[in-house]
């Protein structure tokens, strides 16, 4: 139970880079339907492009090409993440250097390929947390990155620009800008429980 939804997880211990991790492997939805909706994307670009091939092949005054020029470059158009084999095409020659094109998504392919989406594979060396400590952890990455972001912005710290040239006075400024910022966050944390509280 992550966060109140339930997640099916796989929990393994492996030696990995010569040591033991706790290995984790989840499907997330949410990554998923950003795979998938980038594919599908994709499928649309590809598409369309087979479709201007097919009229420039259709065009009566298009110049003549041999089936092997076609098949190149419909092997580089049909090429890109996760694609390869969604898109089935055949070529049928009409007359001496005179094709037709014809294709269709692979529907089993593409059922095949989503069920293979979404995988997260998580390592850690905490052995003794549980697996929702695990990926709860892997998930609190943004808060982290979210600081980062905070810290760096001149209007808010401004940690940045420093005019400081001595170690010593560089790291008292960080280790001021970092306590001004956790003071800061639990400043902010209490008003909004107070607003809150009041709010109920």
């Given at each position: 139970d992550i966060g109140g939804s339930k997640l099916q997880v796989f929990r393994d211990k492996r030696e990995i880079w010569?040591?033991?991790?706790?290995?984790?492997?989840?499907?997330?939805?949410?990554?998923?339907?950003?795979?998938l909706r980038g594919i599908y994307?994709?499928?649309?670009?590809?598409?369309?492009?087979?479709?201007?091939?097919?009229?420039?092949?259709?065009?009566?005054?298009?110049?003549?090409?041999?089936?092997?020029?076609?098949?190149?470059?419909?092997?580089?158009?049909?090429?890109?993440?996760?694609?390869?084999?969604?898109?089935?095409?055949?070529l049928e020659e009409l007359e001496d250097?005179?094709?037709?094109?014809?294709y269709r998504t692979r529907r089993k392919?593409?059922?095949?390929?989503?069920d293979r989406l979404g995988l997260r594979?998580?390592?850690?060396?905490?052995?003794?947390?549980?697996?929702?400590?695990?990926?709860?952890?892997?998930?609190s990455q943004s808060?982290?990155?979210h600081a980062f972001r905070d810290i760096k912005n001149p209007h808010h710290?401004?940690?940045?620009?420093?005019?400081?040239?001595?170690?010593?006075?560089?790291r008292i400024h960080f280790f001021t800008c970092v306590l001004g910022y956790q003071l800061s966050t639990l400043l902010w944390q209490t008003a909004r429980r107070k607003c809150a509280f009041v709010g109920t």
């Open positions: 010569g040591d033991q991790r706790t290995v984790v492997v989840l499907i997330s939805e949410r990554l998923k339907a950003g795979q994307q994709e499928l649309d670009r590809k598409k369309k492009r087979l479709r201007e091939l097919q009229r420039s092949l259709a065009n009566p005054r298009a110049k003549r090409r041999t089936r092997e020029e076609l098949e190149a470059k419909l092997s580089a158009l049909l090429k890109g993440q996760y694609m390869e084999g969604l898109i089935h095409y055949r250097g005179r094709f037709a094109l014809y392919a593409l059922d095949d390929l989503e594979i998580l390592m850690a060396d905490r052995h003794d947390w549980s697996t929702a400590d695990i990926i709860n952890a892997y998930y808060t982290v990155e710290l401004a940690v940045r620009p420093q005019f400081h040239w001595t170690d010593q006075k560089i």
